[in-house]
């Protein structure tokens, strides 16, 4: 994606107090500079989001995953249950502590090995009816990454990172913090770029990129202001969807880009804005 489509300045939005909410279709959670987005398979019939980053250190694999299902039971009852699990098939160095608050709520820390494998620590937490779940490997007998200890501090309160949209695929590898996704067999892209917002209180800029602007917009998405605009791009050949909004203390551009004559995705609309759509922490 071209550096002038998301140029521009973007207001801090002004939030009022949102409802302890989750959606299915992201989890808020800030990767650490040097992971990479990497294609993660969820376990069988999981009901939500689950994302996976990696990165070599010193020679070794690291690994940072974070999803979001329904809940089924209680945070204790949640975490003694894994607890109970890990006991059976021979964890080792299993230890459970009190994670602290995260967006105000509490949280659960988990940390445990398999011998000659590799060593975890787990973050979990429920915010309103979604069970929130950060954990970081790597190599039993190496070195832990700070930075990535560091990073399950921002479960919940991070940069939005969403769900695969039904149909399309996540591209791998990706810096982190940049989703994109494409059609398998298709021309079609998404893309979603977060950084941390530097300009408070300055006016929403507009679409910057090339192209032909057929129309543009400013909306609301819960509590923030939303710049949208659509955009014929490539000589009319394709046309660009865009949106850019910021949210507690992050600026979100995404662009949906398709060939002209392809209808829109109705999952990949619902994406363009899904940053702000029940998925911010409370205040």
């Not at 996976?52 to 999803?67: D, E, K």
């Not at 915010?127 to 560091?150: C, W």
Request: glycine share 8%.
């Amino acid at each position: 994606m071209s550096a002038r489509i998301i140029a521009g300045a973007l207001a801090a939005a002004v939030f009022a107090v949102v409802p302890l909410a989750a959606s299915a279709e992201g989890v808020n959670f800030t990767v650490p500079d040097h992971y990479l987005a990497e294609p993660g398979t969820p376990p069988p019939g999981f009901p939500g989001t689950y994302r996976v980053w990696g990165r070599a250190l010193n020679g070794v694999r690291h690994s940072i995953v974070v999803s979001s299902s329904p809940v089924t039971r209680d945070l204790n009852a949640e975490v003694d249950a894994t607890v109970a699990a890990l006991t059976t098939r021979n964890a080792i160095n299993l230890a459970r502590a009190d994670g602290g608050q995260l967006c105000g709520l509490p949280s659960v820390r988990l940390s445990y090995a398999y011998a000659n494998q590799l060593t975890y620590v787990y973050r979990y937490m429920i915010l309103g009816d979604r069970l929130l779940i950060a954990s970081y490997a790597h190599p039993l007998g190496t070195d832990a990454d700070p930075a990535a200890l560091a990073a399950l501090d921002s479960l919940c309160g991070g940069i939005f990172q969403p769900r695969t949209p039904d149909g399309w695929q996540l591209t791998t590898p990706s810096a982190a913090n940049v989703s994109i996704w494409h059609v398998p067999g298709g021309a079609a892209t998404i893309t979603q770029i977060a950084r941390a917002t530097k300009v408070i209180d300055a006016p929403l800029a507009p679409w910057a990129g090339n192209g032909t602007v057929v129309s543009t917009s400013q909306a609301g998405c819960g509590a923030a202001a939303i710049r949208r605009a659509t955009v014929k791009v490539d000589d009319g050949a394709n046309l660009i969807e865009y949106a850019a909004g910021t949210a507690y203390n992050y600026d979100y551009y995404v662009v949906y880009k398709r060939p002209a004559g392809d209808p829109a995705d109705p999952n990949a609309m619902a994406l363009l804005t899904a940053f702000c759509d029940k998925t911010l922490p409370p205040d």
